[in-house]
Antibody, heavy 120, light 107 residues
Framework: QVTLKESGPGMLQPSKTLSLTCSFSGFSLSTSGMVVSWIRQPSGKSLEWLAAIDWDGDKYYNPSLKSRLTVSKDTSNTQVFLKITSVDIADTATYYC????????????WGQGVMVTVSS | ETTVTQSPASLSMAVGEKVSISCKTSTDIDDDMNWYQQKSGEAPKLLISEGNTLRPGVPSRFSSSGYGTDFVFTINNVLLGDEGIYYCQQSDNVPYTFGAGTKLELK
């Protein structure tokens, strides 16, 4: 059974760095072709793909946010991390991690999401 | 970047009616279009993936068609439990982009 779960700080101040963790089970990121992506959704708005990391450690970023994003994974291949630097109010959103594959960037399993509020 | 234009923004339907949602892309994406359902307070759920492929466990009332830049998602015989927001998403090129969503309400 594939499950993913995001965790994060809940709230942080503008200009700080947001650190998010995606813990997953039911698959391994060491398996050829596996990818974990980060997607966010401001309240009442649509979805925005942010970044992805694949089984081989290759990283992919949304060009509009690339300078502020860093995606990484742990050596056990059961957690993926996302850092967003210099956050502002526009980064307030629910952040999801989701599974996809190298061959297909559709997202077949999603975490429940973690809400992040940027506020002074 | 491929822009995905989804319409309509909202629909109010009666049980048993047919729902149609359109997504148009700014570039040719072959058949790399995917469709999701999001219910209130939940994560999106993948219903249909590339090549108009119905995902396992998804009722056959849901279907899609299209290729290139024009895509249509259909629900036949809509049920109360189908209420939610539906999103299309292109998986052809980075960044992978979503439509603005269609809110489906049942009368």
């Amino acid at each position: 059974q594939v499950t993913l779960k995001e965790s994060g700080p809940g709230m942080l101040q503008p200009s700080k760095t947001l650190s998010l963790t995606c813990s997953f089970s039911g698959f391994s990121l060491s398996t050829s072709g596996m990818v974990v992506s980060w997607i966010r959704q401001p309240s009442g708005k649509s979805l925005e793909w942010l970044a992805a990391i694949d089984w081989d450690g290759d990283k992919y970023y949304n060009p509009s946010l690339k300078s502020r994003l860093t995606v990484s994974k742990d050596t056990s291949n059961t957690q993926v991390f996302l850092k967003i630097t210099s956050v502002d109010i526009a980064d307030t959103a629910t952040y999801y991690c989701a599974r996809n594959t190298e061959a297909s960037y559709y997202f077949d399993y999603w975490g429940q999401g973690v809400m992040v509020t940027v506020s002074s | 970047e491929t822009t995905v234009t989804q319409s309509p923004a909202s629909l109010s339907m009666a049980v048993g009616e047919k729902v149609s949602i359109s997504c148009k892309t700014s570039t040719d994406i072959d058949d790399d279009m995917n469709w999701y359902q999001q219910k209130s307070g939940e994560a999106p759920k993948l219903l249909i993936s590339e090549g108009n492929t119905l995902r396992p466990g998804v009722p056959s009332r849901f279907s899609s068609s299209g290729y290139g830049t024009d895509f249509v998602f259909t629900i036949n015989n809509v049920l109360l439990g189908d209420e939610g927001i539906y999103y299309c998403q292109q998986s052809d090129n980075v960044p992978y982009t979503f439509g603005a969503g269609t809110k489906l309400e049942l009368k």
